[in-house]
């Protein structure tokens, strides 16, 4: 869990994916849509990828990709994105964190 | 010598003791005892022989002869009587067996009937092939009540609407309609889980509705562009409103189709990768079941982008109500309601149409 915490942290918007996860694909280019430039990480090609696994699953993610960070903050899965973002809170929790510039 | 026609009987009459059990649930012990008798013979005809016979025999000895001849002639009735008994029964058998095939007839028709409108009736033959095609059944029929059902709801918002009721009663009516539009997404998450292909394909809906559709249902920001025209005069704000919901929704339709093409692609990459080695080498076997393995894992996703797309058109209409007053959203509401009604009976004018 200290590991996700720690990345999460680090980054002003972070996605965790898997390499052959397709909604993740749908996640990443939403928010590159956006503006945004999130840190990536691949929990089956990153070498700490089982750690952020688990810490994810303890954190209550299911599914365990694609799950996003904003601000330290954990947002959630597919679902939830799409929902903050037709209301218009994904964008303002972006320009919040400094992930993206208006 | 005396012959004994009695004895005889057994050989003229081979029964059918168990023929005669067939013929009926009863009539077992009644007859084991007995000799009986075959119904083919003409039971007239045998007892004229055995009488002539008795009696050409029974002439000398008097005293024993009659009384052979007596207990001779009440055997010779007992066997008519059975053999009749017999008869009865048979025919009280053959009756029942053609009730009975009348009865199943009529069952399986029944059966037809439940089957064709969606209950579901299992088989003990091929349970997988029936299980699926009654889903797909089941959908279809719970679709059409849902249909049913909103078009109910629509009249009366419509009623409401042309008769100029108040707000909060028509706060209500809309609250209805939404929430009943995600009854039939909802529907829909169920169906897909079980045959997501029969939704993505949209066997269900009409032939134009399924032309245009987008993942399994209608495009939230094309819907949104019809009403924005239709549904003047709107506030600066709510123009806004309305033009950035419709951003957002085309934003994720193309965040989650991308998704999609790349779900084929990597489908497609994965069944292309096939080796060039001698075929049926138990290479290939473990690489082609190691390929199946992989597609069917990426095919296990499809029915999470049916979801986020139902999820978007949930979002996309709960959005709008905030962004529109109650009456706007009744409106917008029978609008959209139209636009799809408009768009079934194309098809079904487009079917009908008269061709060369």
Known sequence: MEIVREVARKNAAVIFTKSWCCMCHSMKALLYELGASPAVYELDQHVNGTQMEWGLRALGCCPVVPVVFIGGTLVGSAEDIISLHVDGSLKHMLINAKAIWL | MCSQPVELQPNLFSTSSGQHENWGESNMAESSSRMDTSTDLDPDDKNHKFDAQSAGVGVSDSSDKSKEKTSTLRRLAQNREAARKSRLRKKAYVQQLENSRLKLTQLEQELQ????????????????????????????????????????????????????????????????????????????????????????????????????????????????K??????????????????????????????????????????????????????????????????????????????????????????????????????????????IHDYFSRLRALSSLWLARPRE
């Open chain 2, 113 to 224: 009937r439940a089957r064709q409108q969606g209950v579901f009736i299992s088989n003990s033959g091929d349970q997988s092939h029936v299980r699926s095609a009654n889903g797909e059944l089941a959908f279809d029929a719970e679709y059409a009540r849902w249909t049913e059902e909103q078009n109910k709801l629509i009249n009366e918002l419509r009623t409401a609407v042309n008769s100029h009721a108040s707000d909060p009663e028509l706060r209500t009516l809309v609250d209805n309609v939404t929430a009943h539009f995600n009854d039939v997404f909802r529907l829909k998450t169920n169906a897909s889980k079980a045959d997501v292909f029969h939704i993505l394909s949209g066997m269900w809906k009409t032939p134009a509705e399924r032309c245009f559709m987008w993942l399994g249902g209608f495009r939230p920001s094309e819907l949104l």
């Open chain 2, 226 to 335: 019809l009403l924005a025209n239709q549904l003047e005069p709107l506030t600066e704000q709510q123009l806004t409103g309305i033009y950035n919901l419709r951003e957002s929704s085309q934003q994720a339709e193309d965040a989650l189709s991308q998704g999609m093409d790349a779900l084929q692609q990597s489908l497609a990459e994965t069944l292309a990768n096939g080796t060039s080695g001698p075929e049926g080498s138990s290479g290939n076997v473990a690489n082609y079941m190691g390929q199946m393995a992989m597609a069917m894992g990426k095919l296990g996703t499809l029915d999470g982008f049916l979801r986020q797309a139902d999820n978007l058109r949930e979002q996309t209409l709960q959005q709008m109500h905030r962004v529109l007053t109650t009456r706007q959203s009744a409106r917008g509401l029978l609008l």
